[in-house]
T-cell receptor, first 110, second 115 residues
Framework: GQNIDQPTEMTATEGAIVQINCTYQ??????LFWYQQHAGEAPTFLSY????GLEEKGRFSSFLSRSKGYSYLLLKELQMKDSASYLC???????????FGKGNQVVVIP | AAGVIQSPRHLIKEKRETATLKCYPI?????VYWYQQGPGQDPQFLIS???????DKGSIPDRFSAQQFSDYHSELNMSSLELGDSALYFC??????????????FGNGTRLTVT
């Protein structure tokens, strides 16, 4: 695999901010995607990073550092519906797939 | 907006039987991907097709085969089913390959249970 690492589970309260990290193998890197997946449902696309820096999309932001092989997803103003697994997925040159990490389960409590 | 359609949603088979999963991509999407996801696991890439040709191959067992047809729909054929094949199977489609910035759009999956 491409050694995509993510921590596993975190709990946060409504309205809080949560940061989910992802590290990946840098050789051949071609882009990074973040997905949200509710249990038993399809992953849904959240954001895409290919250049260094922060991409902001409403309550969700994603950051990329290509030299460090590191990305994070920032979830702001947490809502109960944000309880889900968050997956980072990397595209590498030379193949036509996304390689997924194991996902970080976020549980939002009142 | 039209999404990726997968059928069936649920499938129960016995060991050693065969199964066929179908996927209809978003209109005008030319690339289809198949993933397998076990309980608590990340989606594992199986195979992808671009313009009806296999474009990448992952950890797909030899007992499985897939193809993309002229109308761009795809089928995953699974033979000699084993208990370990029980999983959620997702199909995804994109416009162009993952080399661009096209995200994958996933269908709702087929839940296969092998007894």
């Amino acid at each position: 695999g491409q050694n995509i690492d993510q921590p596993t589970e975190m709990t946060a309260t409504e309205g809080a901010i949560v940061q989910i990290n992802c590290t990946y193998q840098t050789s051949g890197f071609n882009g990074l995607f973040w997905y949200q997946q509710h249990a038993g449902e399809a992953p849904t696309f959240l954001s895409y990073n290919v250049l260094d820096g922060l991409e902001e999309k409403g309550r969700f932001s994603s950051f990329l550092s290509r030299s460090k092989g590191y990305s994070y997803l920032l979830l702001k103003e947490l809502q109960m519906k944000d309880s889900a697994s968050y997956l980072c997925a990397v595209s590498y040159y030379g193949n036509n797939r996304l390689a997924f990490g194991k996902g970080n389960q976020v549980v939002v409590i009142p | 907006a039209a999404g990726v359609i997968q059928s069936p949603r649920h499938l129960i088979k016995e060991k050693r039987e065969t199964a066929t999963l179908k996927c209809y991509p978003i209109p005008r999407h030319d690339t289809v991907y198949w993933y397998q996801q076990g309980p608590g696991q990340d989606p594992q890439f199986l195979i992808s097709f671009y313009e009806k040709m296999q474009s990448d191959k992952g950890s797909i067992p030899d007992r499985f085969s897939a193809q993309q047809f002229s109308d761009y729909h795809s089928e995953l054929n699974m033979s000699s089913l084993e208990l370990g094949d029980s999983a959620l199977y997702f199909c995804a489609s994109s416009s162009g390959s993952t080399g661009g910035n096209s995200p994958l759009h996933f269908g709702n999956g087929t839940r296969l249970t092998v007894t």
